[in-house]
């Protein structure tokens, strides 16, 4: 069975700072996808970023980055330029092609001003 | 497009009575999921459907749950009769096999339900 792990429970980051959410994963599949989702306090699951495991390129979606390694199965996140408002739980997520989502336990971002 | 849309967006219930969530998918979307979230067992799939049909309800608790999608639009989660341990966030979630976001799923904002 598929498992993804965050080993951080929480994580703190100064304001304009750079920050980096660690993700481990275990499949013995070859094609899958990797996501990372943010939940704020509102509780809606908001999709930051994607990545297809054929594509080496890492993803990028504005001051949202990956460093996805297939051979050791790491999808750590990085967000540059940390701001007020992107402090939440983030959620690290694992699917096969047409399945369910597989989620991580999720780290507290806090954001200090 | 709108979004995934959930109603309610709160539910409070006595045990023993009967719970209906529902689910609108966005327009065009093949795939519907089903989750729960709760502070011990994080988020869980409940069960999912493919072009209406069920593909996997492995996560459904117990035979007190039953989920139906009788067409493109519309899904619903029951729960009869309701327990406490049913108190939870129940999501909804949709994606599509084709185009630029493949199998990226969008959740809606979610179903707090208590039940006391």
């Known amino acids: 069975a598929q498992t993804v792990t965050q080993s951080q429970p929480e994580m703190s980051v100064q304001e304009a700072e750079t920050v980096t959410l660690s993700c481990t994963y275990d499949t013995s599949e070859s094609d899958y996808y990797l996501f990372w989702y943010k939940q704020p306090p509102s509780r809606q699951m908001i999709l930051v970023i994607r990545?297809?495991?054929?594509?080496?390129q890492n993803a990028t979606e504005n001051r949202f980055s990956v460093n996805f390694q297939k051979a050791a199965k790491s999808f750590s996140l990085k967000i540059s330029d940390s701001q007020l408002g992107d402090a939440a739980m983030y959620f690290c997520a694992y699917s096969r092609r047409g399945n369910k989502l597989v989620f991580g336990a999720g780290t507290i971002l806090r954001v200090k001003s | 497009d709108a979004g995934v849309i959930q109603s309610p967006r709160h539910e409070v219930t006595e045990m023993g009575q009967e719970v209906t969530l529902r689910c609108k998918p966005i327009s065009g979307h093949d795939y519907l999921f089903w989750y729960r979230q709760t502070m011990m067992r994080g988020l869980e799939l409940l069960i999912y459907?493919?072009?209406?049909?069920?593909?996997?309800d492995s996560g459904m608790p117990e035979d007190r749950f039953s989920a139906k999608m009788p067409n493109a639009s519309f899904s619903t989660l029951k729960i009869q009769p309701s327990e406490p341990r049913d108190s939870a966030v129940y999501f909804c979630?949709?994606?599509?096999?084709?185009?630029?976001?493949?199998?990226?799923?969008?959740f809606g904002p979610g179903t707090r339900l208590t039940v006391l």
């Open positions: 990545q297809e495991a054929y594509k080496q």
């Open positions: 459907f493919n072009n209406n049909v069920p593909i996997d």
């Open positions: 979630a949709s994606s599509s096999w084709t185009g630029v976001d493949t199998d990226t799923q969008y």
